[in-house]
């Protein structure tokens, strides 16, 4: 079972950068929507639990649906994150889309 105890920000910024061409920018753009908004001081616990739960799935080496499987093997991957977006989007505000949206323009360009 993943928790967010097996959340790491080196371990989320790795695979990001290892796998921001492979897992495309949709599913990208929904892990920094997270990662921002688990940064902000204004993000209850709860909604940080959640998120950090989404990410440590993200970062999590063993998934559903093997990471490697061409455009399928994110899939999973983006179904947590949509989830917990789902949960908390209250917390993400058009500042961390801004920023998300810069950081793509970056990495996508």
């Known amino acids: 079972m993943t928790t967010a105890g097996n959340y790491s920000d080196d371990d989320f910024w790795q695979k990001l950068k290892s796998f921001a061409i492979k897992a495309g920018k949709k599913v990208i753009e929904k ?25 440590a799935y993200f970062i999590l080496p063993l998934d559903a649906i093997p990471d490697v499987i061409p455009v399928a093997g994110f899939s999973d991957d983006l ?13 993400i505000t058009a500042d961390i889309k801004e920023r998300t949206a810069q950081k793509l323009q970056q990495w996508f360009a």
Do not use: C, D, H, N
Request: no cysteine; glycine share 8%; net charge positive.
């Open 31 to 55: 892990a920094l929507w997270l990662y921002y908004a688990a940064q902000r001081p204004e993000t209850p616990a709860w909604a940080k639990a959640i998120i950090f739960g989404a990410l």
């Open 79 to 91: 179904g947590a994150l949509a989830a917990a977006i789902g949960m908390v989007s209250m917390y």
